[in-house]
């Protein structure tokens, strides 16, 4: 039993990051429980960007990235709320309305968000399109320990997801740095173009764990 521990141990340990270009996280269906969570060494951020494609049919409140501390479950949080054309922010647990986007579904679509806590703006970029800049908290950094979630919304650290806020879906190319990044290289993501991948979360060098039904899969391409 000591031996099958040790194993087990060491094998934990022994995971290594995977390159995942080409490939998607998908979620195909609702549920509490099934989530990817994500990995990092990096646990103090002054300034956050974070990209990511997702697909979706979902019509209902769902979320696309979580990010929660001991101290705040919504310490970066990009949610979709509803039916509508509205984006939520949640950063260090202020909550901004991002209106008038253009959320289309049974599309890939792209999203990055800008956050830094000397001036406290956060903003939004859909398709390479900015929202307002919009206050949210300054001063005060993200401090872990962090954990960062793909699939579902924390109502607490590490868990308490709600079934009618998971993602139904797929999510790829996912992206973090602990800083701002430019408009132009915004867009170099969004158009597939060369970038300098995430310092924190890297899709090509990604560190995760996948708990329940979600599958790994190459991302489909169209031909006419």
């Known amino acids: 039993m000591a031996f099958l ?15 995942l270009s080409g490939k998607t996280f998908t979620f195909p ?15 103090d951020f002054s300034a956050v960007t974070v990209c990511l494609r997702f697909f979706t049919d979902l019509r209902r409140d769902h979320s696309l990235f979580s990010l929660a501390t001991p101290s705040n479950d919504n310490d970066f949080l990009i949610f979709k709320s509803g039916a509508n054309d509205e984006i939520d922010l949640y950063i260090r647990g202020n909550h901004a309305r991002f209106g008038g986007q253009e959320y289309k579904l049974n599309m890939w679509q792209s999203i990055c968000s800008t956050w830094n806590s000397a001036s ?33 919304e924390q109502d607490s650290h590490g868990g ?12 790829s190319d996912v992206h ?7 408009p132009c290289e915004i867009h170099n993501y969004v158009d597939e173009l060369n970038f300098t991948p995430g310092n ?25």
């Not at 399109?129 to 005060?140: E, N």
């Not at 308490?160 to 998971?166: H, K, P, R």
């Not at 924190?200 to 031909?223: A, H, P, S, T, Y």
């Open 5 to 19: 521990l040790l194993l087990g141990m060491l094998t934990a340990c022994a995971a290594v990051p995977q390159d």
């Open 29 to 43: 269906q609702q549920t509490s429980t099934a989530h990817v969570r994500l990995t990092t060494s990096k646990q």
């Open 120 to 152: 406290g703006v956060a903003q939004l970029w859909l398709d390479g399109k900015p929202s307002s800049r919009k206050f949210f908290s300054s001063g005060s950094n993200i401090r872990g320990p962090i954990i960062m979630v793909l699939g579902q």
């Open 160 to 171: 308490a997801f709600d079934i009618n806020q998971s993602l139904v879906g797929m999510t």
């Open 176 to 182: 973090m740095w602990d800083y701002i990044l430019s």
């Open 200 to 224: 924190v979360l890297n899709w090509r060098m990604l560190d995760f764990q996948i708990v329940g039904r979600v599958l790994i899969e190459d991302k489909q391409k169209i031909c006419y």
